[in-house]
């Protein structure tokens, strides 16, 4: 029982490139997020998709976009990084039915030159 | 606007004293409150959690206490342990509709030996 993995761990892009960050988790649960880190910002939310087949913009959703492939995974897409994207990167899942506490992944560390 | 605030970026006890983590929210419609402690390089695990019809929760070492009037709640660890030492997130969510949950800005601890 993985719980929540995410891939990769690191990335550096040049300004312009696009790049996808993977996330899965093995929980069966039916509600995840995509965060982002910032110093002295706390973790805030991108997007999320409450159950598989629907998504939601989240705090900060400009500049990226989602895909739930499927129950387990969801994915999110910088389509033309930039600076202001650098950041550390967290997946997280949760079960909708149960308290709200949610699972996170180790986390992606995403520098953008 | 933050809605979540926790005021102290950082917090040095000595090992078997108590620690008070301190977290102020702003929206009267949040009623859950949940805390979560992160390690470098890992992501945030949960740690406890409160609902709003109550005022203390309590989990071995751990204590949460809400104060809805004041809108303030309180992590206290006792005894604390140098293993303590992370950062302490404090988040707020509301129970009904509600998938998107707002963290505080952190507050690290630090556990002398």
């Known amino acids: 029982n993985a719980g929540v993995t995410q891939t990769p761990k690191f990335q550096v892009l040049k300004t312009g490139q696009s790049m996808t960050l993977q996330c899965a988790q093995d929980?069966?649960?039916?509600?995840m997020y995509w965060y982002r880190q910032d110093p002295g910002m706390g973790l805030r939310l991108i997007y999320y998709s409450a159950s598989e087949g629907t998504t939601d913009k989240g705090e900060v959703p400009n500049g990226y976009n989602v895909s739930r492939l499927n129950k387990r995974e969801f994915s999110l897409r910088l389509e033309s990084a930039a600076p202001s994207q650098t950041s550390v990167y967290f997946c997280a899942s949760s079960d909708r039915r149960g308290a709200y506490e949610q699972y996170f992944g180790p986390g992606t560390r995403l520098t953008v030159t | 606007d933050q809605q979540v605030k926790q005021n102290s970026p950082s917090l040095s006890v000595q090992e078997g004293r108590i620690s008070i983590l301190n977290c102020d929210y702003t929206n009267s419609m949040f009623d859950y409150f949940l805390w979560y402690k992160k390690y470098p390089a890992e992501g945030p695990t949960f740690l406890i959690s409160i609902s709003s019809i109550k005022d203390k929760n309590e989990d071995g070492r751990f204590t949460v206490f809400l104060n809805k009037s004041a809108k303030h709640l309180s992590l206290h660890i006792v005894p604390s342990q140098p293993g303590d030492s992370a950062v302490y997130f404090c988040a707020a969510s509301r129970n009904t509709g509600g998938f998107k949950t707002i963290f505080g800005a952190g507050t690290r601890l630090f556990v002398k030996a």
């Open positions: 929980m069966n649960h039916n509600s």
